[in-house]
């Protein structure tokens, strides 16, 4: 009895890409077909209602967009690293502390700590914050609790060698941390906090909530205003657009970053002994 014959496992492979490709072909000629293009084309690619909103576009919603951003992240900067240091420090407070507040804003949705300030706070506390404070406190929130881990990782990734070596200099643990340790885990979790920068830019969308003057609008509140006056798909085409021109550049500086520091990743709380005395 004849055996029948067997491919080899490069052949197996160039069979499984050609129909891998056969499927990708047959799926976009059907869907070029069922596509009302007329359609598509009238929706979202409405060029009078493209050229109107133009200048607006990019003096306002661009720009006001990446300024809430920007606030934003640094806010949430400047409380992430206190925040991650008390998670690492020896004092079990400070860790519970910090605990707490990073599963407390990594667990609530962005959406209701915007509307806490936007509306909750100034009602119990009678305060009133100006837009840039309400974006800045409530992006910022958000964010440290992300970046917070982050940065602590990145801490616990850099050589404990290190951290002895300077000790065995004479070295204070504070200098240490200050002088050696933070800026080699703020070189690790370049990337990481790139790729926050991104997130922030996009929720900063949810500042739609708070009601706005127009000339506070950010892209997706612009987009939106215009769609219901306009009722065209363009304007959020636009804004996607737009969201891109910010969004693209940054995902490639953290690619950049990543091959500038060899790909290495943050370690896991177990990698490194480091801890922060109170």
Request: with cysteine; hydrophobic share 50%; aromatic share 10%.
């Amino acid at each position: 009895m004849v055996s029948p014959v067997r491919m080899s496992r490069r052949r197996r492979g160039q069979v499984i890409r050609g129909v891998q490709y056969a499927v990708l072909v047959a799926v976009a000629v059907t869907l070029a077909l069922l596509a009302d293009w007329q359609e598509i084309a009238r929706a979202f690619f409405n060029l009078p209602v493209a050229a109107a909103q133009f200048p607006s576009i990019i003096t306002t919603a661009l720009v006001n967009t990446a300024v809430y951003s920007v606030l934003g992240f640094c806010f949430g900067l400047v409380l992430a690293v206190p925040l991650a240091l008390m998670k690492l420090s020896s004092v079990p407070p400070y860790r519970w502390i910090a605990t707490v507040y990073v599963e407390f804003f990594r667990g609530v949705p962005a959406l209701l700590v915007f509307v806490t300030f936007g509306f909750g706070v100034p009602l119990a506390f009678q305060l009133r914050f100006d837009i840039y404070s309400t974006v800045m406190l409530s992006l910022g929130l958000v964010g440290a609790a992300y970046m917070a881990e982050t940065i602590r990782a990145g801490i616990q990734a850099v050589d404990t060698g290190q951290v002895e070596a300077a000790r065995s200099l004479g070295m204070s643990h504070g200098r240490t941390m200050v002088t050696i340790v933070i800026p080699q885990a703020f070189r690790i979790v370049l990337p990481p906090l790139t790729n926050e920068l991104i997130l922030l830019t996009k929720d900063s969308s949810l500042i739609y909530l708070l009601g706005l003057a127009t000339s506070q609008y950010e892209l997706a509140k612009f987009a939106r205003d215009v769609l219901n006056t306009t009722a065209s798909m363009t304007p959020l085409l636009l804004a996607g657009l737009c969201y891109l021109i910010i969004t693209v550049p940054l995902s490639h500086l953290s690619r950049y970053l990543e091959r500038r520091t060899g790909g290495r990743t943050v370690g896991t709380p177990e990698s490194t002994g480091i801890e922060v005395e109170a």
